[in-house]
């Protein structure tokens, strides 16, 4: 069991992200989830992330405020205690269109690791 305390939590900087804080929770040290790790979002009014897609699925739970997803000419709004799973290729945009940051918990799997040849 590995218990992590919030304030040791590690920023991290995710790719084509703009007006955010993110923080790892959980994952990529020893002991910790084997095959996913967890982030934590804190969107800026204005912040979001996309478009983009990613070659493995993605969950995104929001904890307070609101954040708009766009994706296949759709848009939802998801506020505190949606949640929404992200296919494999998916394309999608996200942006927190209000004026309260958004928190968000993000459940990502560790990339695959290289055959051994």
Request: overall charge negative; charged content about 25%; aromatic content about 10%.
């Amino acid at each position: 069991m590995l218990i992590k305390r919030f304030q040791d939590a590690k920023p991290y900087d995710a790719p084509n992200h703009w007006g955010v804080s993110g923080l790892r929770l959980q994952g990529f040290e020893d002991g910790g989830p084997t095959n996913q790790w967890i982030g934590y979002s804190q969107f800026l009014p204005g912040g979001g992330a996309g478009p983009d897609q990613t070659p493995f699925e993605k969950v995104y739970v929001v904890l307070e405020g609101e954040m708009t997803l766009e994706w296949d000419d759709r848009t939802e709004v998801l506020r505190a205690m949606d949640s929404c799973t992200i296919p494999p290729g998916q394309q999608r945009r996200i942006e927190n269109r209000s004026n309260h940051v958004c928190k968000m918990l993000v459940v990502v799997p560790y990339p695959p690791k290289p055959k051994s040849e």
